[in-house]
């Protein structure tokens, strides 16, 4: 049977590429938006926010998304360094910064020929709500690696304390990787980072966050729009590879699991093992996820940020194309919004 395309024009379409980096999806809506409005990257996602959240909702949520989806949308830079500005969007909301989000979309740009891909010495300027990122690009084992440098990473607390129902007391670190997450040795607390477990955790790290964030308000030192708790990252020693220095498993958003080490939470964690580890600049550590998928982060400099020590972490990864896909919505659906189901 062939099926005719050309009658769904009454439909309204949205054109998208998907990818995955180390695992973590990537939805990056190529068409079908309209204008974002804004000078500032920042303004840019207000204004999604306060106008386009249906379509948000749409990519995202079932039947054309998932609890665990993820997106981006690419838009005209606001700074005159960079080549793009991108948008993250998930399951909650707008995101501040997206690691594997920053790969994922500079491998397809690449990939696709929009952006050529840069000489030795040259990098590619991001605009992300959380402040400019540079990213690079080179092949390695026959793959492309996309490593980008990421805003000022640092600590805000050293092992702070709450008490979780029917777990009791958890101790947890607090760092900025471009967002706010809470860190917490699952090793201390006998629970498995594995894929059979991740209800467990998805349980267990809503609870820290929600209690994290009645205990310690934050404030970050620039911009106000980023003084929120993302997520919570359980560590583990207990990795599959030798040459892993330890498995990340976030749990962010309403509950999303990353399926990658998470490019914010591995930068921050340079931070935090800058403090506890006394890890030294150029010194790379891999990190895995929860499906096996690594990672790589190395401090590149060291600074004050705002009276913060801060570093500046250079993390790395790979993506790969998974689909393009025309997602459509016709007046009659009667979920244009979708729905979520755990």
Do not use: W
Request: hydrophobic fraction near 35%; charge should be negative; charged fraction near 20%.
């Amino acid at each position: 049977m062939q099926f005719n395309y050309h009658n769904f024009n009454n439909y309204q379409l949205i054109k998208t590429i998907d990818a995955h980096t180390e695992g973590e999806p990537l939805r990056i809506i190529t068409e079908g938006y309209p204008e974002i409005i804004g000078k500032t990257i920042l303004q840019k996602r207000q204004y999604l926010t306060e106008n386009l959240d249906h379509l948000r909702q749409l990519l995202m949520f079932e039947p054309r998304g998932h609890a665990d989806m993820y997106g981006a949308l690419i838009t005209a830079p606001c700074s005159k360094d960079a080549d793009f500005g991108i948008l993250f969007m998930h399951n909650e909301g707008y995101s501040s910064m997206c690691g594997h989000g920053i790969i994922a979309a500079v491998s397809v740009a690449i990939e696709s020929q929009t952006i050529k891909m840069p000489n030795h010495d040259e990098y590619i300027g991001i605009d992300s709500p959380a402040g400019f990122i540079k990213a690079y690009a080179k092949i390695k084992d026959d793959n492309l690696e996309v490593s980008f440098d990421n805003v000022p990473s640092f600590v805000e607390v050293l092992d702070q304390e709450v008490e979780i129902d029917g777990i009791g007391k958890v101790t947890y670190d607090i760092a900025f990787g471009g967002a706010y997450y809470a860190f917490v040795d699952a090793d201390n607390l006998g629970i498995n980072c594995t894929p059979e477990n991740q209800q467990t955790l998805i349980n267990l790290g809503r609870l820290i966050k929600e209690a994290v964030m009645k205990n310690y308000p934050l404030l970050h030192p620039v911009e106000n729009d980023l003084s929120f708790l993302y997520g919570t990252i359980f560590y583990s020693k207990d990795t599959d590879n030798q040459s892993s220095h330890s498995r990340h498993v976030c749990i962010f958003a309403d509950g999303e699991v990353d399926r990658s080490p998470t490019g914010t939470g591995v930068s921050a964690r340079a931070a935090l093992l800058n403090v506890k580890e006394h890890l030294k600049t150029h010194t790379p550590v891999i990190i895995e996820s929860i499906v096996g998928g690594k990672m790589t982060v190395n401090i590149q400099k060291i600074m004050n940020y705002h009276g913060k020590n801060a570093v500046t972490p250079r993390v790395s990864g790979r993506a790969f194309v998974t689909g393009v896909h025309q997602f459509m919505l016709s007046d009659k659906d009667i979920f244009p919004k979708g729905f979520l189901l755990r």
